[in-house]
């Protein structure tokens, strides 16, 4: 509601300058169109484009069940980007497998569109851990 409302402010507010500038009414879809740009770029909404072929490093996602997953994909010497990806129950939970590792998260995105998840493996070790004993018991 908020960038809708701004959008709309911007886009009367550059309408009105055009107006009074060039009296020239086909400059208000243009303008309209570069309020839209002006307020897409910069609010940290999600990319509703798929991210390019490449590697990526997984900062964050958040799964939305049987609609979206809206994952943090920084490129290397990149900025990172928020991207909106289709749903797939597959990509999914290689993406949550991937994370409950939680040791990094990579996140390969194919030619065709596919990202593959991949993430270390949780530590684990068989070994039974001995409690420590404290050097000094103070008290009585």
Aim: negative net charge; contains cysteine; charged residues 15%.
């Amino acid at each position: 509601m908020i960038i809708a409302s701004t959008w709309l402010a911007l886009t009367l507010a550059l309408s009105a300058c055009a107006w009074c500038a060039i009296r020239t009414p086909y400059t208000l879809p243009l303008f309209a169109v570069a309020a839209a740009v002006a307020l897409y770029v910069p609010t940290g909404t999600p990319r509703l484009t798929a991210p390019p072929a490449g590697h990526y490093q997984v900062l964050g996602a958040d799964i939305v069940v049987d609609r979206y997953i809206d994952a943090l994909l920084k490129p290397e010497g990149k900025e990172a980007m928020l991207y909106r990806l289709p749903y797939s129950t597959s990509e999914a939970n290689a993406l949550q497998a991937a994370m409950d590792g939680g040791n990094g998260v990579r996140a390969e995105v194919g030619t065709e569109g596919g990202v593959a998840y991949d993430g270390e493996p949780p530590v684990s070790d068989s070994e039974h851990k001995q409690a420590e004993q404290p050097q000094l018991n103070v008290g009585g």
